[in-house]
T-cell receptor, first 111, second 118 residues
Framework: SQQGEEDPQALSIQEGENATMNCSYK?????LQWYRQNSGRGLVHLIL?????REKHSGRLRVTLDTSKKSSSLLITASRAADTASYFC???????????FGQGTRLTINP | DAGITQSPRHKVTETGTPVTLRCHQT?????MYWYRQDPGHGLRLIHY???????DKGEVSDGYSVSRSKTEDFLLTLESATSSQTSVYFC?????????????????FGSGTRLTVV
């Protein structure tokens, strides 16, 4: 089964609103990463949060990590049409050398 | 994406034929990965490499083999293609995994290879 599970699977909001996506995982991690994938393209790395960090910001992105609940959230503020994409969380497991991806959240920003 | 290229971009092949996909990087990164992406399954790791001639299996390695004879190239071979291997294949590179939360790097992905097995 997947290590990371995103919620919701799909999200549709109006331009200018904030979008929040959640990720839960099962085992101890070194870090958790978020990626964006536009239709027909490869994944693009957005942000990485280490296991000893609780919150991180990058532009309009805010990521939180709660290791006690084994969960993370990605907040995109003031959404734009260009933010329409699928968003994936990926966990870097302790002792592993590979990322495990969730199934993604498909975000649609309506003009 | 800059620094990583996959070839071919598209391929249609017949069941039972061998197929090789190539991933080439110019970043001199130690780690290279092959994932496949299918609807309802997200990205699943096929094989990865942590150095020249050093490879290991991922969660869906059956029917696939890999080789890495040079730092810059990581080849994925479908030994005898089946319809279940129709998918989009992504290569990714990384400078290194996290170690105790330090020195962690994100992955850079290629643009993907869309493989259809008929």
């Amino acid at each position: 089964s997947q290590q990371g599970e995103e919620d919701p699977q799909a999200l549709s909001i109006q331009e200018g609103e904030n979008a929040t996506m959640n990720c839960s995982y099962k085992t101890s991690i070194n870090n958790l990463q978020w990626y964006r994938q536009n239709s027909g393209r490869g994944l693009v790395h957005l942000i990485l949060i280490r296991s000893n960090e609780r919150e991180k910001h990058s532009g309009r992105l805010r990521v939180t990590l709660d290791t006690s609940k084994k969960s993370s959230s990605l907040l995109i503020t003031a959404s734009r049409a260009a933010d329409t994409a699928s968003y994936f969380c990926a966990t870097d497991l302790e002792g592993a050398q590979k990322l495990v991806f969730g199934q993604g959240t498909r975000l649609t920003i309506n003009p | 994406d800059a620094g990583i290229t996959q070839s071919p971009r598209h391929k249609v092949t017949e069941t039972g034929t061998p197929v090789t996909l190539r991933c080439h990087q110019t970043e001199n990164h130690r780690y290279m990965y092959w994932y496949r992406q299918d609807p309802g399954h997200g990205l699943r790791l096929i094989h990865y490499s942590y150095g020249v001639k050093d490879t290991d299996k991922g969660e869906v390695s059956d029917g696939y083999s890999v080789s890495r004879s040079k730092t810059e190239d990581f080849l994925l071979t479908l030994e005898s293609a089946t319809s279940s291997q129709t998918s989009v294949y992504f290569c990714a590179i990384s400078a290194g995994p996290g170690t105790g939360g330090k020195d962690a790097f994100g992955y850079t992905f290629g643009s993907g290879t869309r493989l259809t097995v008929v």
